[in-house]
Antibody, heavy 125, light 108 residues
Framework: QVQLVESGGGVVQPGRSLRLSCAASGFTFSSYDMHWVRQAPGKGLEWVAVISYDGTNEYFADSVKGRFTISRDNSKNTLYLQMNSLRAEDTSVYYC??????????????????WGRGTLVTVSS | SSELTQDPAVSVALGQTVRITCQGDSLRGYYANWYQQKPGQAPVLVIYDKNNRPSGIPDRFSGSRSGNTASLTITGAQAEDEADYYCNSRDSSGNHVVFGGGTKLTVL
């Protein structure tokens, strides 16, 4: 079954750390760039970070740069998000998403074709 | 600018046509993708690249672009189309992803 399953969310105090996991199945995980996207309660989607298929490139939103790291273990088909120095504004549902990149005849294009169901992170004292 | 701007809310009568727009400078170089999100659920891709629909998405959904504005059109809106819709694209660096603020579609 093709799916992504996030885990590791919970309630954490400001300034503390948390690590999220995203377990992939049903596709060749090591062939795809993977992203984290979050959604604060009642708000819109916010892109968080991306890691290349082989783990050699990573990019972060300015809002989390320097506090969050992204990694992957292709032998375990698992994506991670290490979140440090958490703030109240990091409270969100965190989704992992799989990126499909296609090199078309008129140029490359990409999209997120698979999302997990999300895991809720609440930062509160 | 790396921002994508969407109208917060749009409504449409059942069976009528509605257009949801997404505006941003990055759209001059990149096509927008569109996602549908219903309450309590993860987003679902409905349109990607110029005007492509994933398997299972009804053909009443279509996409287009003109200048720095991308549009999602629903021709003959159904009650089940009531949802939040988000556009996304890449920023000018190509390394970061940006989302629009989302449009809440109400089907009357």
């Amino acid at each position: 079954q093709v799916q992504l399953v996030e885990s590791g969310g919970g309630v954490v105090q400001p300034g503390r750390s948390l690590r999220l996991s995203c377990a992939a199945s049903g596709f060749t995980f090591s062939s795809y760039d993977m992203h984290w996207v979050r959604q604060a309660p009642g708000k819109g989607l916010e892109w968080v970070a991306v890691i290349s298929y082989d783990g050699t490139n990573e990019y972060f939103a300015d809002s989390v740069k320097g506090r969050f790291t992204i990694s992957r273990d292709n032998s375990k088909n698992t994506l991670y998000l290490q979140m440090n120095s958490l703030r109240a504004e990091d409270t969100s549902v965190y989704y992992c998403a799989k990126e499909v990149l296609v090199v078309g005849t008129t140029g490359p294009y990409w999209y997120f074709d698979l999302w997990g169901r999300g895991t809720l992170v609440t930062v509160s004292s | 600018s790396s921002e994508l701007t969407q109208d917060p809310a749009v409504s449409v009568a059942l069976g009528q046509t509605v257009r949801i727009t997404c505006q941003g400078d990055s759209l001059r170089g990149y096509y927008a993708n569109w996602y549908q999100q219903k309450p309590g659920q993860a987003p679902v891709l409905v349109i990607y690249d110029k005007n492509n629909r994933p398997s299972g998405i009804p053909d009443r959904f279509s996409g287009s672009r003109s200048g720095n504005t991308a549009s999602l059109t629903i021709t003959g809106a159904q009650a089940e189309d009531e949802a939040d819709y988000y556009c996304n694209s890449r920023d000018s660096s190509g390394n970061h992803v940006v989302f629009g603020g989302g449009t809440k579609l109400t089907v009357l």
